[in-house]
C-alpha cells in the first residue's frame, strides 16, 4: 500500500511505503498477532485486508477466492464474513444512534430479517457479549468505555462472520476491562471459530491472544511464525529489541534492555537493503544496506528477513 504525497509545483508525487511486500496467512479460528511500533504499518495492512483501503498492487485471498479482482457487487456478497473492531469505540460508534440501530443496521443492509426478527437478534447479542437486552434503546454516550466496546463486538459477529481485524481493540480501556473484553474475544472464536487479525504494540498482551506472530517495521514483517517458537527464540535483531522493551511485573527478574541507536529511516521512498539497517548491530555496510532481505525459514514454521541470521 503505497500513499501519493505530493512535493511542489510540477514536481511528480513521492510514495510512502506504508505496506510493503507483506505476506501471511490466517487459518479458521486462529489468531495472528501482528506487532510493531507505532508508524510500522499495522493498521494499514489491516485495512487493506478488508478492502477498507484499496492497495497499491498484490493478492488477497479469502476462501479462495481474490477478493480484489471482485467487482463492487461480488465483493458485497462476502462483505459480512469480514467484519472489524476499531481501536477507540468512542469514535467507531455513531453518538446518534441507539444500540438497536447500531447493532441492527448489519441486518437491515444483508439479510430480509423483519424488524421484530431483528430487535430479537440484537437483544441475543447484547446478552452474548455481557450486556443487558434492556441496553437496546441507550445511546452510546451512556455507556462506559468497556460497554462501548462490546457494543463494537456484538455488531462485529451480528452476521457470523468468518474474520474480524481486531485494531487494538483494548487499549483504550482500563487494564481490568481490557482482561474481560479479551476473555469475550476468546469465548467468541472458540464459539465461531473466527479467525483473528490482532494487531496490538503490547508484547504481553499478544503473547496471550495469539496462536502466530508477525513482526512489523516500517511496512515488512521481519520474523514470522508459531508465538510459542519466536518468544522462545527471537533471532531477527528487531525482535530481540522489541521483546527487551516490554517490562516484566516481576522487580527479581532483571532483563537487559536493547537500546537502539540510529535514526529511523523515512517510509517515503526506502533506500534500497533491510529497512533496520540503520538502527541494527549486526549490519554489514555493503550487504545489509544494498540486498533488502526476504523471509527465509530457519526452523519449523519460523521466518526471519535478516542476512545476519542462519
Not at 521481519?222 to 522462545?232: A, R
Request: hydrophobic share 40%; proline share 7%.
Amino acid at each position: 500500500m503505497y500513499f501519493p504525497i505530493k512535493r511542489g509545483f510540477r514536481k511528480p508525487p513521492s510514495l510512502i511505503h506504508a505496506v510493503d511486500d507483506v505476506s501471511f496467512d490466517i487459518r479458521a479460528g486462529e489468531t495472528l498477532g501482528l506487532v510493531g511500533e507505532s508508524g510500522s504499518g499495522k493498521t494499514t495492512c489491516g485495512k487493506c485486508v478488508l478492502r477498507i483501503l484499496e492497495p497499491t498492487g498484490g493478492e488477497i485471498f479469502f476462501e479462495g477466492k481474490n477478493i480484489l479482482a471482485l467487482s463492487n457487487r461480488e465483493f458485497k456478497s462476502i462483505r459480512p464474513m469480514m467484519q472489524m473492531v476499531f481501536q477507540d469505540p468512542f469514535l467507531s460508534l455513531n453518538p446518534r444512534k441507539t444500540l438497536r440501530n447500531i447493532i441492527g443496521d448489519p441486518f437491515k443492509l444483508h439479510t430480509n430479517l423483519s424488524d421484530r426478527e431483528i430487535e430479537s437478534e440484537v437483544k441475543r447479542l447484547l446478552v452474548q457479549v455481557g450486556l443487558n437486552e434492556a441496553f437496546i434503546d441507550r445511546y452510546p454516550h451512556e455507556l462506559s468505555g468497556g460497554q462501548k466496546q462490546r457494543v463494537a463486538i456484538a455488531r462485529a459477529i451480528a452476521l457470523n462472520p468468518k474474520f474480524i481485524f481486531l485494531d487494538e481493540p483494548t487499549s483504550s480501556l482500563d487494564v481490568s476491562v481490557q482482561a474481560q473484553i479479551l476473555n469475550l474475544l476468546n469465548d467468541i472464536q472458540k464459539e465461531y471459530k473466527i479467525a483473528y487479525l490482532f494487531v496490538t504494540h503490547n508484547i504481553h498482551l499478544i503473547k496471550f491472544m495469539a496462536d502466530r506472530l508477525a513482526i512489523m517495521y516500517l511496512g515488512k514483517i521481519l520474523e514470522y511464525g508459531q508465538k510459542s517458537e519466536i518468544f522462545n527464540n527471537p533471532l531477527h535483531p528487531y525482535t530481540k529489541a522489541l521483546f527487551s522493551a516490554a517490562p516484566i511485573p516481576d522487580p527479581d527478574i532483571k532483563v537487559e534492555r536493547i537500546i537502539l541507536r540510529g535514526e529511523i529511516p523515512t517510509p517515503i521512498d526506502p533506500p534500497p537493503g533491510c529497512r533496520f539497517f540503520k538502527r541494527c548491530w549486526l549490519a554489514e555496510e555493503g550487504l545489509c544496506n544494498k540486498i533488502d532481505p526476504e523471509l527465509v525459514e530457519v526452523a519449523e514454521d519460523h521466518y526471519v528477513a535478516c542476512l545476519k541470521v542462519k
